[in-house]
Structures are given as structure tokens and as C-alpha cells.
């Protein structure tokens, strides 16, 4: 019996609800909860009661009222799409009730602007004791890039040395500014400070203080910045060969010009603030008044290509190696209704859940995307919308 539970409506969810809802073969009965009600309602109305058999309202902040709502539905699987935030509580109240679990973003606290996996590695015994499993990071960036390079390990090198991730959207919303992605979180991650990994130890710089340009597939040569990401963290932990591992994401200048202002006026803030008589945190007004991610999709023009450059050693000689997608706002649009940005994280989380619940990724305790045989992965993506290419060329990086 493959029954999930899929807690959050935003975004990312539509596109995950959409897809496993058209995919009874490996999700026979979706039940869905989130904080708003409505949401979950119109979704469950576009996918038909058959395949949405039941919408709840939950507050995913509270452990006991997800615990409470997993003895209700009896799922074998809760797949969370809420935001970073929920991941502690939703993680304690899949152990109390004995389901696996399945996120795509680390958890973060709300009060501090610092993502990393040391909360949610703290439960890997618990989880193992009670015989269910964890399956962190299962979106595009972290998820995707980490099976990337988990195939690339296993295939077309003897030992990885150089790992650089680029994410590129070459699209067109046509909004003066607007993120892809929850802007709360997104803006939360872009304004920290950098970080990669060099020589065995972390290094930092300034925020989008290291540039370079790259030539994008599809897309053509964009300014790309170092940013630090998630994933960056477990495959220098589980690739020790590593000797350096960045994350670059590309910006326009407008969207720049736009943060900085932002920032520099105080609104990209988590501190909270006196207005009217009651506190309020810059950053979550800010979220308020900018464009709804989901409602970007139509009209979005253009593409994204994310993918992962490595270098390393097969047989005593060295090459670089580049694994990319690129996936079309349009096309995404046309299929569930959702921007690339949301697609391209949702539909890993559709192949994480499919590969859980019939046993291929199946262990207990907590784990990374990159712990497990990539191979099932890449073919699933190739199925289901992501289709990926692997050349041989000349890296990009100084060494
Ligand atoms: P959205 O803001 O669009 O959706 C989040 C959903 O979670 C909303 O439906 C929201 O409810 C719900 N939610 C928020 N708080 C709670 C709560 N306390 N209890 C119950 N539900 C809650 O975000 P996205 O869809 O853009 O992003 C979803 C996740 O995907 C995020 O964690 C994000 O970081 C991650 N992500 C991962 C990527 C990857 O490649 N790995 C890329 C992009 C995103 P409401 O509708 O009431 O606000």
C-alpha cells in the first residue's frame, strides 16, 4: 500500500502533488495538508478526489498536531514541502509514529539566518532504532546535483577532485523583481555570506562578491555568483577526495540592483521591528507585497540549466565532466501549471518518494541523495520530465 502524505500547497508542492497524482503505480492514494486549508482544496479539485482522497489544515511547526494527523492518515510516507522551518518538527513526528520522511531544503531556524545538516544528521540513530528512514535534500539543488555527482563518481572517474555546481535560470518572468521560490527563503540564502570548500576547510567571502561568467547550454554566457549551498556540505563529507567544491548561481543586474536597495533600506531584515504597535520582521512583510512564485508560471519565457562540472582522475589521466537540464518555463507551464524553477525542484521529489516507497532507496536512519545508487534516479528523471546530458569538455575553472 504506497499512501503519502504531502504536507505544504505552495509552489514546489503542485508541481510534486500534480505529478504523483498522475502516477497511481507508485502513489495509490495522495492525501495532502497544509497550513491553508483553501490551497489544499483547490489542488485536491484540479487532481481529482480519486487521487487526493483527503485535505486537512495543520500547523507543521507543531510536532504533535503532524503526529496526530499521521495516526489519522497512516501513511507510509510523509513528503514535506512546507519551508525549511518545519523540517525538526515534521522529522519528530514521523519518529513517534514510525513513517519515513522526505524534504528538498535543510533545516533552518526562523530566528537565524543559518542553514547546515548537523540538526537534521542528529537523527540518523533515532531514525535507524526505529527502522524508518530519512531522505534529505530530494529537490533539484540540493538533489539532483548531489545524484549528478554521485553518477559521475560511480561511472566516469576513478577519484573526483573539483566539483562546481551552476545553476542558471535564463528566464523571463517579466516582473520588476520576484524570486522563484518562497522569497523568504530564497533571500534568507542569497544575502548570507559565501562559503566553498578548498583544501579541506571552509572558506568564506563577501555575498555575491565572487563572479564569473559562464556560457550556459541553451542559454548563452551569464554572470554567475558563489553562494554557499546545502549540498555542498554532505558531498565534501561523503566525496573526501574532494580538493574544492563551489556553488554558483547566476543574477541579472537588475535583480541585484533591487536587493541591494532592499537591503540597504532594511527590508531583507529578520530582525523584528516596532510598527503600529505590533512587531513585524521586515523580511516576512517583504514576502507579503512581492509576486507569489506559483503565480509567475504564465508568460514565463526562457529556460534554466543547473548541473555540475567535476574534474577528477579515470585511468591516470585527468578530464572534466558536465551534467545538466535544461528545462523550459513554457513546457512547465503547459504540463502542471508551474514555473521551471518549481517544476525542476517538484518532480525530484516525485522520483525520491516513487523510489522509497518501492524499496530501491530503502535504508534506515538519515541520508543524503548522493548515499544511495544514483543510476534509478537518473533514469527516473529521464521519464518524468528532467532529461539530462552528460559531455566531456574543458573546465570552465581555474584551477
Ligand atoms: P511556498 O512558500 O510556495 O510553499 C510553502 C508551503 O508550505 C505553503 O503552502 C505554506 O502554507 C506551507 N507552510 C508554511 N508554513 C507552514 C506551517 N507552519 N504548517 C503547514 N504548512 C506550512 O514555497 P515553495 O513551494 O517555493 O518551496 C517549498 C520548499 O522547497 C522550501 O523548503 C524550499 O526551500 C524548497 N526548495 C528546494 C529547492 C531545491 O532544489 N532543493 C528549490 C526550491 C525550493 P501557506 O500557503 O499558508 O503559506
Redesign the pocket.
Known amino acids: 500500500m504506497s499512501r503519502v502524505l504531502i504536507?505544504?500547497?505552495?509552489?514546489?508542492?503542485t508541481v510534486t502533488v500534480k505529478k504523483c497524482a498522475r502516477l497511481p503505480e507508485f502513489f495509490a492514494e495522495i492525501y495532502l495538508?497544509?497550513?491553508?486549508l483553501s490551497?489544499c482544496e483547490a489542488l485536491q479539485q484540479e487532481c481529482g478526489l480519486d487521487r487526493i482522497k483527503g485535505v486537512f489544515a495543520?500547523?507543521?511547526?507543531d510536532a504533535k498536531q503532524v503526529a496526530d494527523l499521521i495516526r489519522k492518515v497512516e501513511p507510509k510516507l510523509v513528503i514535506n514541502?512546507?519551508?525549511?522551518?518545519?523540517d525538526l518538527p515534521i522529522m519528530d513526528a514521523c519518529l513517534e509514529t514510525g513513517v519515513d520522511y522526505l524534504?528538498?531544503?535543510n533545516y533552518e531556524p526562523k530566528d537565524v539566518a543559518k542553514f547546515e545538516y548537523s540538526w537534521q544528521w542528529a537523527y540518523h540513530e533515532r531514525f535507524q532504532e526505529k527502522g524508518i528512514m530519512a531522505l534529505l535534500?530530494s529537490?533539484?539543488?540540493?538533489?539532483v546535483t548531489n545524484v549528478y555527482t554521485a553518477y559521475a563518481a560511480k561511472h566516469h572517474f576513478d577519484e573526483i577532485h573539483y566539483l562546481d555546481i551552476v545553476d542558471c535560470n535564463g528566464g523571463d518572468h517579466g516582473q520588476a523583481f520576484a524570486t522563484n521560490?518562497?522569497p523568504e527563503?530564497n533571500i534568507r540564502e542569497i544575502t548570507q555570506r559565501g562559503r566553498y570548500w578548498e583544501n579541506g576547510e571552509w572558506k568564506e567571502t563577501d555575498p555575491i562578491s565572487v563572479r564569473q561568467d559562464i556560457d550556459y547550454q541553451n542559454i548563452g554566457v551569464r554572470a554567475s555568483y558563489l553562494l554557499f549551498h546545502e549540498e555542498l556540505e554532505s558531498l565534501v563529507k561523503h566525496f573526501p577526495t574532494l580538493k574544492r567544491a563551489r556553488f554558483w548561481m547566476t543574477f541579472g543586474e537588475a535583480y541585484l540592483t533591487h536587493l541591494r536597495v532592499l537591503e540597504s533600506v532594511g527590508m531583507t531584515s529578520i530582525e523584528p521591528v516596532e510598527f503600529q504597535g505590533q512587531k513585524i520582521v521586515p523580511l516576512e512583510f517583504l514576502k507579503a507585497v512581492l509576486p507569489?512564485?506559483?503565480s509567475l508560471a504564465e508568460g514565463y519565457t526562457g529556460q534554466t540549466c543547473i548541473g555540475t562540472y567535476i574534474t577528477g582522475i579515470k585511468d591516470g589521466k585527468e578530464k572534466t565532466i558536465f551534467i545538466y537540464n535544461n528545462c523550459d518555463h513554457a513546457v512547465c507551464n503547459a504540463e502542471v501549471g508551474a514555473q521551471a524553477?518549481?517544476y525542476?525542484?517538484g518532480v525530484p521529489a516525485m522520483i525520491g518518494a516513487a523510489l522509497m516507497l518501492n524499496g530501491t532507496w530503502k535504508k534506515a536512519g538519515v541520508w543524503n541523495m548522493e548515499q544511495f545508487d544514483p543510476d534509478p534516479f537518473m533514469e527516473l528523471l529521464n521519464q518524468h520530465g528532467l532529461p539530462w546530458h552528460l559531455i566531456e569538455c574543458d573546465s570552465p575553472f581555474a584551477k
Open positions: 504536507i505544504g500547497a505552495g509552489g514546489v508542492s495538508a497544509s497550513r491553508t490551497k495543520v500547523d507543521a511547526d514541502l512546507a519551508l525549511p522551518y518545519q524534504d528538498t531544503a535534500g529537490g533539484f539543488d540540493p538533489g521560490f518562497n527563503i507569489n512564485p506559483g524553477v518549481s525542476t525542484t
